[in-house]
């Protein structure tokens, strides 16, 4: 039963084309909500909740830092299944317009965080 609550909170969290968003823009490091919430072009709270909705499932990590939440993509210490649905959701959806866009606005806001 354990497994199936796994799946079926992995496939509830890949059902929202922002959360999957949020989740490749997460390929490329971690990421502050701030980041989040203006890449996204969403309100503060409701970021919060599609990021609460990839933490249940374990698709993201957080850790807090003053007031500031940071988000990333999981390392090893999660089941298989989720570090497969990453990667099967990488490769289905690389070429996406919108996740290509994305993939560049990600990079040019990572340039200058540095």
Known sequence: MKLM?????I???LSDENRVRALMM????ELCVCQLIEML???PST???HMSILRQARLVQAR???RWMYYRLPNGDVPQCVLE????MRNAIAGDKQIVADDKRVKRISKLDR
Do not use: C, D, N, T
């Not at 649905?85 to 099967?88: D, L, P, V």
């Open 64 to 66: 807090k830092e003053g």
């Open 26 to 29: 997460l390929s490329h490091g």
């Open 85 to 88: 649905a990453i990667q099967w």
């Open 11 to 13: 496939a509830k969290a």
């Open 5 to 9: 609550y796994e799946f079926l909170s």
């Open 47 to 49: 970021v919060s909740k």
């Open 41 to 43: 072009g969403l309100a």
